[in-house]
């Protein structure tokens, strides 16, 4: 019993896909047209990246990253603008929860190591923010990009214009919350075992290096997404096997269980308009609100099969990463990381969390609408 509860909390939105999956199977009979509801491209590219992202977290390259950057700095200010453009920066490339993974536990030890742990809070809540905002650029910055990107059919080029504007007033924005910490002169030094020259010259390293440009060929459609599987596939097989256990499968068959769920409900002509006429031309809305609520993921997932403005739900479902603990899930691994290492502080953590990202929430989401109308 205990088991089935800890993983209702830890995949209920699997759980949920899941379920709407076999409720709508029995209204649409299970046929082989179920086959091609799913979008295998998505589903490739992500296991691929999640794969080449892992290899790249094995050999410690972002930590060290983190590290040597660190230690360049000499006040409060500094340090923190430096964490948090790992995470707005470093999201576009390794995804939001990953930067998150990555960079917030390094945050909490650098800070218990100046002893500032009193000036923590906000310092998460801001990376947390940075990395969700930041991922929005790219598509493969979050699962969402990358399912809007595949289902539009757009090029990157395209794609990176018309998220441009946002992701730098986000950008501006993030930048601006540092400034409202209080400075102070530090001093940072970190010693770690793992050197530079270490990782680089790892055969290993060059591979994952390798695998990231095979991912991104199907990114810029050169090629077949089947090919970047069995590429991807076969060669981390021969390096790396350990990192097919680490690979986030729950995501994969949500996405599997949200596809068979829209592509069923497309087939039942009177819910297929409804849901139209009520997204159409609200998308922008729909998206940030619909995150609100079920996360950003998976109503990106539930509005793209029922709109063709692909563009408008990509600004809403990214600015909605923003709002409520649960409009990105990679926030939830900002606040178990920080609840771990001080469990008196969650309350004030969700305090502070909750008042950032609706501030920032409406501030973009206005000067966004404000935008579409000029």
């Not at 076999?22 to 649409?28: E, Q």
């Not at 929005?136 to 018309?162: C, D, K, R, W, Y």
């Not at 089947?226 to 680490?246: D, M, Q, T």
Request: glycine letters at 6%.
């Amino acid at each position: 019993m205990k088991k089935i509860v800890n993983f209702i909390k830890k995949d209920i939105v699997l759980l949920i896909a899941i379920i709407l999956a076999l409720i709508s199977s029995f209204i649409v009979k299970p046929s082989k047209e179920y086959f091609s509801y799913i979008d295998y491209r998505v589903l490739v590219l992500l296991f691929a990246l999640m794969l080449v992202v892992g290899g790249f977290k094995s050999l410690g390259v972002f930590r060290l990253m983190g590290e040597r950057l660190c230690c360049k700095v000499n006040s409060l200010r500094s340090l923190v603008m430096v964490l948090v453009c790992l995470c707005f920066f470093g999201s576009m490339l390794i995804t939001n929860d990953v930067a998150l993974i990555t960079f917030v536990p390094f945050t909490i030890s650098v800070f218990a190591m100046i002893a500032c742990e009193e000036r923590l809070i906000p310092v998460v809540v801001i990376e947390t923010i940075a990395a969700n905002l930041g991922s929005m650029l790219t598509p493969i910055g979050n699962p969402q990009n990358l399912l809007l990107f595949s289902a539009g059919n757009m090029t990157v080029g395209e794609f990176m214009l018309h998220m441009l504007p946002i992701t730098l007033l986000s950008f501006l924005l993030s930048i601006g919350c540092i400034f409202l910490l209080k400075d102070q002169e530090i001093t940072v030094e970190i010693r770690t075992e793992v050197e530079e020259n270490d990782v680089i010259k790892k055969k290993p390293f060059w591979i994952y290096v390798f695998l990231f440009l095979v991912c991104m060929g199907n990114v810029f459609h050169l090629y077949s997404h089947w090919i970047v599987g069995a590429v991807v596939v076969l060669v981390v097989l021969a390096v790396n096997r350990k990192l097919f256990v680490e690979a986030d499968y729950a995501l994969l068959f949500t996405f599997a269980g949200f596809f068979v769920f829209i592509g069923n409900m497309k087939q039942i002509d009177v819910i297929n308009l409804w849901i139209m006429n009520i997204i159409t031309g609200n998308e922008l809305v729909m998206g940030v609100f619909s995150s609100q609520i079920i996360s950003n993921v998976p109503a990106a997932m539930l509005l793209s099969g029922f709109t063709t403005d692909l563009k408008q739900l990509l600004y809403g479902v990214n600015i909605g990463g923003l709002g409520t603990l649960i409009a990105s899930m990679a926030s939830l691994i900002s606040y178990r990381f920080y609840g771990k290492a001080y469990p008196e502080q969650k309350k004030e953590y969700f305090k502070q969390f909750t008042i950032y990202n609706f501030i920032l929430l409406v501030i973009i989401l206005v000067i966004t609408g404000f935008l579409q109308m000029l």
